[in-house]
């Protein structure tokens, strides 16, 4: 069961285990997932938060033999967090624990979590590791964090396996049906400016980085996707059940633009705005761990992401020029 997923990161998983001949079933609200992006699989429309899903996914669990589960159902928007925490706890938290009851009641034992580098919050460190101790800065990292918490209760209470990933920068797109739908993200806002004839907004451009812009690590969707197979194929073998996933090198925003204006072709000169509160001026993944445990490694840099990206955007209803 791959729960959200007809959402962007969700779609690319759901691929990957039609490819290999596994049967899926998608749970998926649709409120931000589309129906034609889970292929083959079975889907069934249902809010993983709601009064009653519990119930309803312990059915769809027995029907359908449900021996695992890959949970991305969650809100992900730090601002709208920020607005409305009791919300987002409702939605992350208890649809995390709807989802771990089921599992519980049919004897589903394995779980790979969506969790998020929002975790570690603004750490004083240049290069991330899962040691790095988490300070979330708002209500979408603390709901991340505190599912990482019920996951490892869960452990303890009946014995599930688990493995929590910690994102860095998602971007790209595995194919070109697949590209990221929602103008959240660096590269679709950039992407989204331009076809509206404006020029990007870079916040902040006096940081103490090489360019003065922010750095961070950006991870392919397509190489994402493959890091939840590998811990799904994994689980139990040693001890940890936190990752990173991340590239272990870092990019700035400037860098990401003139990347996307090299594949793209256009004019990319960008505004430059005040610094936006709350970001670090460089935040990237230490990698070891999940290569060490899990074997993954990203396959792919910054000029594949942007090139997949742009093929994508160019691929859906806002094709530019």
Not at 197 to 208: A, H, K, N, V
Request: proline letters at 4%; charged letters at 25%.
């Amino acid at each position: 069961m791959v729960t959200g997923g007809a959402g962007y990161i969700g779609a690319h998983v759901v691929r990957l285990l039609l490819e290999r001949g596994e049967d899926v079933v998608v749970v998926d609200d649709l409120s931000t997932g589309r129906e034609d992006r889970v292929g083959e699989a079975t889907l069934v429309e249902l809010d993983v938060a709601a009064g009653d899903a519990q119930q309803r996914l312990e059915l769809v669990m027995d029907e359908r033999d449900v021996d695992g589960v890959i949970h991305f159902a969650a809100r992900k928007q730090v601002g709208e967090s920020v607005q409305r925490p009791a919300w987002y706890y409702q939605q992350n938290v208890t649809g995390l624990a709807n989802v771990l009851a089921a599992m519980e009641t049919v004897g589903a034992g394995r779980l790979i979590f969506s969790s998020s580098a929002a975790v570690y919050g603004m750490p004083d460190v240049e290069v991330v590791t899962e040691d790095t101790a988490p300070q979330p800065i708002n209500p979408y990292g603390e709901t991340k964090l505190v599912g990482e918490w019920l996951i490892a209760d869960a452990e303890r209470a009946w014995g599930l396996r688990s493995a929590s990933l910690r994102y860095f920068n998602v971007a790209g797109a595995g194919w070109a049906d697949l590209g990221d739908p929602a103008v959240l993200n660096l590269v679709p806002m950039v992407l989204d400016r331009l076809a509206r004839g404006e020029r990007p907004t870079i916040f902040g451009d006096d940081y103490p980085t090489p360019d003065g812009t922010c750095v961070r690590d950006y991870i392919h969707v397509l190489d994402l996707a493959h890091a939840h197979l590998a811990a799904l194929d994994r689980l139990g073998q040693g001890e940890e059940r936190v990752f990173n996933v991340g590239t272990g090198e870092g990019a700035s925003v400037a860098e990401v633009i003139a990347a996307i204006g090299r594949v793209s072709g256009l004019d990319v000169t960008a505004d430059v705005a005040e610094r936006r509160a709350g970001d670090p001026p460089r935040l990237v993944a230490s990698a070891d761990r999940i290569g060490a445990v899990l074997g993954w490694r990203a396959q792919h840099g910054l000029d594949d992401i942007i090139a997949s990206a742009w093929e994508a955007w160019q691929a859906g209803p806002r094709r530019i020029g």
